[in-house]
């Protein structure tokens, strides 16, 4: 289409070359959305990727934790924002915005989240999804011990490290290969 914007660097599969179980997982985004997110119709170059990706991804940020849902977005927008990563800024900051139905909370933890206002525990899960994303060599079974000093289990430390790996992964993707966000994420949860 002449003048329609890029959506990625590489090409994007047509609805009729997709396998039914990928159409199938758009379909919940189409109904509570209006759209289909853009990772999902571009990750789908590789459609059995996707269907993995996507089944970590429903575990990792829906499933079991002692963090909840909005706590696990705050760290994808942390994170997204240490890699500069638009799509996912985009994504997990309008995400963020409607899971805590605070845009202002939203918008300042990705502009700052050591100066936004957290408690303590959510601040220093943050700091540490920061470190292991910006400073992985580094890492210590201090920053674990902090961790727990702030009240986390292992088993959230555990969940709050996998969430960091998740999008530090999914960052590099969506930034080495040129995604462009949904231009409906910026009106989301305002």
Same mark, same amino acid.
């Given at each position: 289409?002449?003048?329609?914007?890029?959506?990625?660097?590489?090409?994007?599969?047509t609805?009729?070359?997709?396998p039914?179980? %990928?159409?199938?997982?758009?379909?919940?985004?189409?109904?509570?959305l209006?759209? %289909?997110?853009? %990772?999902?119709?571009?990750?789908?170059?590789?459609?059995s990727?996707l269907?993995?990706?996507?089944?970590?991804y429903?575990?990792a940020?829906?499933g079991?934790?002692?963090?909840?849902?909005?706590?696990?977005?705050?760290?994808?927008?942390? %994170?997204?924002?240490?890699?500069?990563?638009?799509?996912?800024i985009?994504?997990?900051?309008?995400?963020?915005r409607?899971?805590?139905?605070?845009?202002a909370?939203?918008?300042?933890?990705?502009a700052?989240?050591?100066?936004?206002?957290?408690?303590?525990?959510?601040?220093?899960?943050?700091?540490?999804?920061l470190?292991?994303?910006?400073?992985?060599?580094?890492?210590?079974?201090?920053?674990v011990?902090?961790?727990?000093?702030a009240?986390?289990?292992?088993?959230?430390?555990?969940?709050?490290?996998?969430?960091?790996?998740?999008?530090?992964?999914?960052?590099?993707?969506?930034?080495?290969?040129?995604w462009?966000?949904?231009?409906?994420?910026?009106?989301?949860?305002?």
């Amino acid at each position: 289409m002449p003048g329609a914007e890029r959506l990625s660097w590489l090409r994007v599969p047509t609805e009729d070359e997709l396998p039914p179980d %990928v159409l199938e997982l758009w379909r919940p985004s189409l109904e509570k959305l209006g759209f %289909v997110p853009n %990772v999902l119709r571009l990750y789908a170059l590789r459609p059995s990727r996707l269907l993995a990706w996507n089944a970590w991804y429903d575990e990792a940020m829906k499933g079991d934790s002692g963090l909840t849902k909005a706590e696990r977005e705050m760290i994808a927008v942390v %994170v997204s924002v240490a890699n500069r990563c638009p799509y996912c800024i985009a994504a997990h900051g309008a995400a963020l915005r409607k899971l805590t139905k605070d845009a202002a909370l939203a918008d300042a933890i990705a502009a700052d989240h050591t100066t936004a206002p957290l408690e303590p525990r959510v601040r220093a899960m943050l700091d540490y999804a920061l470190a292991l994303t910006l400073r992985p060599a580094t890492m210590s079974e201090d920053d674990v011990v902090a961790l727990r000093a702030a009240g986390w289990s292992d088993e959230d430390v555990m969940d709050i490290a996998e969430v960091t790996g998740l999008f530090n992964m999914s960052n590099r993707m969506a930034s080495g290969l040129g995604w462009a966000p949904n231009p409906e994420y910026e009106s989301l949860g305002r």
